[in-house]
């Protein structure tokens, strides 16, 4: 079972580690889980609700009821696969320890049939304090995870442990708990991704509206299965940071070409994300071109396609895979993309479809192999279509 469909419940109490479980569910969704969270009104003072439910996608509550209306802590409780307080205060350990419920933090906990993990964050002599110890060791008889609180400075000014876990040991934790398979372990990816530059003098260039934002959450899908990846990234103002992601930084279709061609040789799945340009400048002058006429022509020339160039060379246990952008006879083109290029499958995105393509966080997409066979998936977030298309390249693997 890998972390897609896995679903946290992130509980935020009041303390002013509240900030450090922003950068949680970013890292939290970056590793493919689905997120929603559940504040204290306490909470609410040191972090906005408007926040955690922009970067999580989902309404945030902190009331039992809002407007009249209920707010089903029951469902939400069993809606998780995990739950985790952090920042868990003395006060909301207290109440965890003694089955409180004066809030929707504490109605959730009582709710949850999931295992519950809680990161502490206090000043170091509240973590000192026999009450919390003994408070701790009673949630822990009760099965509850404690994230160990770290050692360093504390809001207080004071010196020792309190700090609530960095989120990215939290992550760690919690993605090796919920048992992420490796099943791309030892596996080499490379992934083309983002725009390509084609430069017609120093300062212009031809270029398009990719951000790479696809290929880099194919990246992490494929790196977080175990894969190593090499990806070959066109410019873009977007980054990855990740042990697992070499980047190889290109500018033009040419740049990216090289790169691939030398990646494609140790590679074991190639995909083929980027938005390549087909034609670059036949010329690029060498000093800023000025204007003079009310007309400029510029000749351009077809640049090498990459994928064709890779499919032509692909051995038997080489996967490779490309994408179809396509405003018209969508299947069709598709198809014949996958003749053309020797593709095992296209990840075929309609310009037809709101929300599909460039510069959207959510993509639509069919997925057709190399026989036809042909799944449609619903609009969803990059992160969850890099999901798809992983389980698409690990269906195949298994089956070799
Ligand atoms: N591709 C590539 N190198 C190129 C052009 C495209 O590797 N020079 C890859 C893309 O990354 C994508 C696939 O080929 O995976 C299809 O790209 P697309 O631009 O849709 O196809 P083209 O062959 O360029 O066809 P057309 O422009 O006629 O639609």
């Not at 899908?221 to 990806?231: E, F, I, K, M, Y």
Request: overall charge neutral; some cysteine; glycine content about 4%.
């Amino acid at each position: 079972m890998n972390t897609p469909n896995k679903n946290i419940l992130l509980a935020v109490t009041g303390s002013i580690a509240a900030y450090k479980s922003l950068y949680l569910v970013r890292s939290l969704i970056k590793s493919g889980f689905d997120v929603k969270v559940v504040m204290t009104q306490s909470a609410t003072d040191f972090v906005s609700k408007l926040s955690f439910s922009t970067l999580s996608n989902n309404d945030v509550y902190s009331d039992i009821t809002s407007e009249s209306e209920w707010n089903n802590h029951v469902e939400l409780g069993l809606w998780a696969d995990l739950m985790i307080v952090a920042p868990a205060t003395a006060n909301t350990l207290a109440k965890m320890a003694h089955g409180l419920s004066d809030n929707m933090v504490m109605a959730c906990y009582l709710s949850a049939k999931c295992p519950v993990y809680f990161a502490p964050a206090m000043d170091r002599d509240m973590w000192l304090h026999p009450s919390t110890q003994h408070n701790i060791k009673l949630l822990q008889s009760y099965g509850n995870i404690m994230i160990d609180p770290e050692n360093g400075a504390l809001a207080s000014g004071l010196i020792g442990v309190g700090r609530m876990a960095e989120p990215e040991h939290i992550v760690d934790k919690i993605t090796s708990d919920l048992k992420v398979t490796q099943d791309l372990a030892g596996k080499n990816i490379m992934i083309t991704a983002g725009p390509t530059q084609e430069a017609l003098d120093p300062v212009r260039f031809i270029g398009n509206r990719s951000t790479g934002k696809m290929g880099i959450a194919l990246a992490l899908a494929t790196a977080n299965r175990g894969a190593h990846v090499t990806l070959i990234l066109g410019p873009t103002y977007l980054s990855v940071d990740h042990p697992s992601i070499t980047t190889v930084a290109v500018q033009s279709a040419h740049d990216m070409y090289e790169a691939s061609v030398a990646a494609f040789a140790n590679a074991d799945i190639a995909i083929m994300a980027a938005a390549v340009a087909d034609y670059t400048p036949n010329v690029v002058a060498k000093q800023k071109i000025k204007k003079k006429s009310d007309n400029l022509i510029v000749e351009l020339v077809r640049s090498k396609d990459i994928a064709a160039t890779l499919g032509k060379t692909k051995k038997d246990k080489q996967l490779l895979i490309g994408f179809a952008l396509e405003s018209e006879n969508e299947v069709a083109n598709a198809k014949s993309k996958i003749q053309r290029k020797n593709f095992d499958f296209i990840v075929l995105n309609s310009l037809q479809d709101k929300g599909a393509g460039f510069q959207h966080d959510t993509n639509k997409v069919t997925i057709i192999h190399k026989d036809n066979k042909m799944t449609s998936y619903e609009l969803k977030s990059k992160d969850k279509v890099a999901q798809d298309i992983t389980e698409e390249i690990v269906q195949i693997i298994d089956k070799t």
